[in-house]
């Protein structure tokens, strides 16, 4: 198992959770995606996404930066 980052924080929906699944199909079962993205639309919308592709949003954590969320996806 093993963690990789995407940083989404300047992309705009639909865009955020399109990059998301691309990072998510290169993962093998397991590996955990930590998804950096901003409130709003992409906070609403990846986590829901994700779930409803059939992965599994482990966490969902406000960063030191206000606004700044980081969401912890496993595939």
């Known amino acids: 198992m ?4 995407l940083d989404i924080t300047r992309e705009h929906c639909p865009m955020t959770f399109v990059k998301t699944k691309i990072e998510l199909g290169k993962l093998r079962i397991g590996d955990i995606l930590n998804v ?3 409130e709003g ?3 609403e919308n990846v986590p829901k996404s994700a779930t409803e592709q059939g992965f599994q949003v482990i966490s969902v954590i406000e960063t030191e930066t206000k606004g700044i969320y980081n969401v912890e996806i496993e595939k």
């Open 36 to 38: 950096r993205l901003s």
């Open 41 to 43: 639309e992409p906070l």
């Open 2 to 5: 093993a963690t990789y980052f």
